[in-house]
């Protein structure tokens, strides 16, 4: 079974940079889309990242773009999210998702972890 787990969230201010990380155990590593959700209290799960085993491209939501950079490090079995000029409301939870393709519905992912809280202050 495949296992998503995050790790690297924290309290930082607006400005600030965090690097979340994503270890992924089960499954074939190297055949797995690994993408990052958030959800902020009181709001739905949305799509921050995803970056593709088949194709290698990435993929961003809009309100992160230019800030959020995905990157894959196969010989670890590990995916980073690097945020940058972090603003309060990249305040949530933030999800690591493991699938065979690139997913960015989060009803449509099979495997999450169990999340890692990053808190904004402004």
């Known amino acids: 079974q495949v296992q998503p787990v995050e790790s690297g969230g924290g309290l930082v201010q607006a400005g600030d940079s965090l690097r979340l990380s994503c270890a992924v155990s089960?499954?074939?590593?190297?055949?797995?889309?690994i993408g990052w959700f958030r959800q902020a209290p009181g709001k739905e799960r949305e799509f921050v990242a995803t970056?593709?085993?088949?194709?290698?491209?990435?993929y961003y939501g809009d309100s992160v773009k230019g800030r959020f950079t995905i990157s894959r490090d196969k010989a670890k079995n590990m995916v980073y999210l690097q945020m940058n000029n972090l603003k309060p409301e990249d305040t949530a939870v933030y999800y690591c998702?493991?699938?065979?393709?690139?997913?960015?519905?989060?009803?449509?992912?099979?495997?999450w972890g169990q999340g890692t809280q990053v808190t904004v202050s402004s």
């Open positions: 089960g499954g074939t590593f190297s055949r797995l889309t």
């Open positions: 970056h593709s085993w088949s194709t290698n491209n990435t």
């Open positions: 998702s493991a699938d065979p393709n690139v997913i960015t519905i989060p009803r449509l992912v099979g495997s």
